[in-house]
T-cell receptor, first 111, second 114 residues
Framework: SQKIEQNSEALNIQEGKTATLTCNYT??????LQWYRQDPGRGPVFLLL?????KEKRKERLKVTFDTTLKQSLFHITASQPADSATYLCALDIEGGKLIFGQGTELSVKP | DAGVIQSPRHEVTEMGQEVTLRCKPI?????LFWYRQTMMRGLELLIYFNNNVPIDDSGMPEDRFSAKMPNASFSTLKIQPSEPRDSAVYFC????????????FGPGTRLLVL
C-alpha cells in the first residue's frame, strides 16, 4: 500500500543545533516533494519544493534533499532557533498537483 | 492580498445538524482544495476543483459530504447530517494553476459535533 512516514516522535533540540527531519515514502513516484510548516491553530505554510531531478535545495537556513532511489527526503534547519518550533509536514505530488501529506514531525527548539 | 479566507473559524453543532463551511480562495487562483485534519489521520484531501470543476472527490468520506464551487471566488463544503466523528479542522487551500505547485492554506474551521 502507499505510505508516507515522518519521524514519529517529536524532535527536541538545543538552540543553535541542526534539526534533521525525515520523510520516507513507498509505492509513489512523485514528480516533486514539498515541505510545509504548521503552527498551532493555523494552516500549513509552504517552505520548499524539490523536484525529482534535483538532489538538494536550499533557502536561507533550510536545506532539503531528495533521494528517489531511497524514496526519502531529509529536511534540515541549521542554526535552529526557538522560533523554528512547529510541526513540519512533507507532501508528495501524486498526480497533477494532488498532494498527499505525511503526519508531520513536531520540532521543539529549546533556548 | 488577504490570503485564503474561511468561515466560520469555529463551529459547534449537534449531531444530525447541517454544517456549511465556506472558503474564498486567493484572487486569480484557479485550483481549490478541501482538506480535513485530525490527530489520528493527519491532513487528508477531501476534494479539489480546477476552474470551478470538481476533479477528484475520492477523499470525500461518504454521501453526507458535498462540496460546490459556484464561481471562482467561493466554495462550500457541506455536511448533512453531521456526526461526532466529523469533528476535525477543515482547511481550504488554493493554488495559482496547474503549473503552480504551491498551495496556500486558509486558517481552517474547527468543527465540533456533539
Amino acid at each position: 500500500s502507499q505510505k508516507i512516514e515522518q519521524n514519529s516522535e517529536a524532535l527536541n533540540i538545543q538552540e543553535g543545533k541542526t534539526a534533521t527531519l525525515t520523510c520516507n515514502y513507498t509505492n509513489y513516484s512523485p514528480a516533486y516533494l514539498q515541505w510545509y510548516r504548521q503552527d498551532p491553530g493555523r494552516g500549513p505554510v509552504f517552505l520548499l519544493l524539490i523536484r525529482e531531478n534535483e538532489k538538494e535545495k536550499r533557502k536561507e537556513r533550510l536545506k532539503v534533499t531528495f533521494d528517489t532511489t531511497l524514496k526519502q527526503s531529509l529536511f534540515h534547519i541549521t542554526a535552529s532557533q526557538p522560533a523554528d518550533s512547529a510541526t513540519y509536514l512533507c507532501a508528495l505530488d501524486i498526480e497533477g498537483g494532488k498532494l498527499i501529506f505525511g503526519q508531520g514531525t513536531e520540532l521543539s527548539v529549546k533556548p | 492580498d488577504a490570503g485564503v479566507i474561511q468561515s466560520p473559524r469555529h463551529e459547534v453543532t449537534e449531531m444530525g445538524q447541517e454544517v456549511t463551511l465556506r472558503c474564498k480562495p486567493i484572487s486569480g487562483h484557479n485550483s481549490l482544495f478541501w482538506y480535513r485534519q485530525t490527530m489520528m489521520r493527519g491532513l487528508e484531501l477531501l476534494i479539489y476543483f480546477n476552474n470551478n470543476v470538481p476533479i477528484d472527490d475520492s477523499g470525500m468520506p461518504e454521501d453526507r459530504f458535498s462540496a460546490k464551487m459556484p464561481n471562482a471566488s467561493f466554495s462550500t463544503l457541506k455536511i448533512q447530517p453531521s456526526e461526532p466523528r466529523d469533528s476535525a479542522v477543515y482547511f481550504c487551500a488554493s493554488r495559482g494553476g496547474m503549473r503552480q505547485e504551491t498551495q496556500y492554506f486558509g486558517p481552517g474551521t474547527r468543527l465540533l459535533v456533539l
